[in-house]
């Protein structure tokens, strides 16, 4: 692996702000920039979390953060577009999400999960702001919803992609970005390299998704955004390229669809 301080890397999704890192957060911050992590987006899941992702994004001029609701959280009331966008209004803030369909888990009805998802979409719309879309055994749906929404008038992401090639096909033909998390680093996961080796170099982002999914070599513990390396040197490695043309493409990937 190339010296990883000639690198730099965008972690495009992480949860910098999850109580997983509130007894050692300065140290993670000092591996990111070890290993060559100059940038990455912290992304919501609720909007109690949001004072948190506002005071490290005006903390660190190298985190921005995102708005929005998960699809599994569970809230008395849904976010409206009006919503969505005033909480969104400060510098940091560069994308609307996570949301999106999860069948996964279930913990939030399917029509609950749709409607807050076009909600999303609607307000990135009137944003301008990209969507970071999770999508978990829900292909069909998301993709649905995404051409219904016309999710190319504002433009997304497929996060932490776990998905088959015509999935992909269909959010790339919308404009959107796919990115790829650590199980794309895990021995059994064939088939999501074969994906990955064909998404095309210009629409690829590359993420942890930590606390969660942390790659091999550190599978089954707690993820960081240093480990981000990793799934840039698996993504380089099917696509025949350097660590540093993937480190290269990637970073101006982020830059491109956060606006930075
Ligand atoms: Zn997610
Ligand atoms: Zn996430």
Redesign the pocket.
Known sequence: MANNRELSLFDS???LDFEYFDDDRGEVFARMQEEGVDRCVS?A?DFEHLPRLQALAEQHDNVWFSVGI?PNHEVDEEPTVEQLCTLSDHPGCVAIG?TGMDFFRHRVDPALQERRFRTHIQAAQQLGKPV?V?NRDADSESIRILTEEEIGKCGGIM??FSADWDTAKAALDMGMYISFSGNVTFKNNQQLRDVAAKVPEDRILIET?AP?LAPVPHRGRRNEPAYVKHVAQCIADVKGLSIREMAETSTNNALKVFGI
Do not use: K, P
Request: with cysteine; glycine share 0%.
């Open positions: 999704h992480c949860h992304v899941v998960h996570e970071i999770h996060h932490c998704d969660f």
